[in-house]
Structures are given as structure tokens and as C-alpha cells.
Nanobody, 125 residues
Framework: QVRLVESGGGLVQAGGSLRLACKTS????????MGWFRRTPEKDRELVAS????????YYEDSVKGRFTISRDNRNSTVYLQMNSLQPEDTAKYYC??????????????????WGRGTQVTVSS
């Protein structure tokens, strides 16, 4: 079992930045790819970014490329999402997820094994 706890969400003005963190516990962190999804009332979960166990491969959804950066600290079992140049359309609840696979662009939510409870990000215009 893997437990994931997100932090770092909040309210920010357009153009601002936030850094999300996801602390994991339980099974070996290095066995899993890690990802960040987001969900809004109008749209189901979409994969925003993901990272391989070693950190050498990443995936980004097109709308966040060049603005968001995913990284992981295997020693501290934590994955981060640095979000810059935030826009109102980035407003969503952001979820950390883990999957025991080598496929980084795992865009289907049901294929992920573990989920956090989410953290709200609100971007005002």
C-alpha cells in the first residue's frame, strides 16, 4: 500500500506561481512512476505531468508545457509540481498519483494504482 499526501495548493493571481508537493509513504517510492492529475467540475481527471522512477523521463500535457515542471526526490519519497505563469484555466483540484509501471505517458486515470486526496489550486484573473 502507498499513501500519498498533497500540499502546496492555494489561491494565486494570474501569472503567479505555486509549488505542489506530494509526500509518499509505504512501499518503495522508486518502484512507481509519479504523476499529477487535475479535475474540475466540468472535466474529469486529466494527466498534467508525470515522471519516471529515475526522473529521466517526463510527460506534460500540452497546455502546461513550458510552464509546469515535475520532479521527484527519491531519498525523501516526494514528488513536486512547480507551476509558473498560472492562468485561470489552471484552476482545478490537483491530485498526486502513483503507478507501478514503466509507461510515463499513462494518461488513463483508471490505470494508476494509488491516489492522494487532492489539493485545490485557484487562479484569479
Amino acid at each position: 500500500q502507498v499513501r500519498l499526501v498533497e500540499s502546496g495548493g492555494g489561491l494565486v493571481q494570474a501569472g503567479g506561481s505555486l509549488r505542489l508537493a506530494c509526500k509518499t509513504s509505504g512501499r518503495s517510492f522508486e518502484d512507481y512512476i509519479m504523476g499529477w492529475f487535475r479535475r474540475t467540475p466540468e472535466k474529469d481527471r486529466e494527466l498534467v505531468a508525470s515522471v519516471s522512477w529515475s526522473g529521466d523521463r517526463t510527460y506534460y500535457e500540452d497546455s502546461v508545457k513550458g510552464r509546469f515542471t515535475i520532479s521527484r526526490d527519491n531519498r525523501n519519497s516526494t514528488v513536486y509540481l512547480q507551476m509558473n505563469s498560472l492562468q485561470p484555466e489552471d484552476t482545478a483540484k490537483y491530485y498526486c498519483a502513483a503507478a507501478n509501471t514503466g509507461v510515463v505517458d499513462l494518461i488513463t486515470p483508471s490505470l494508476w494504482d494509488y491516489w492522494g486526496r487532492g489539493t485545490q489550486v485557484t487562479v484569479s484573473s
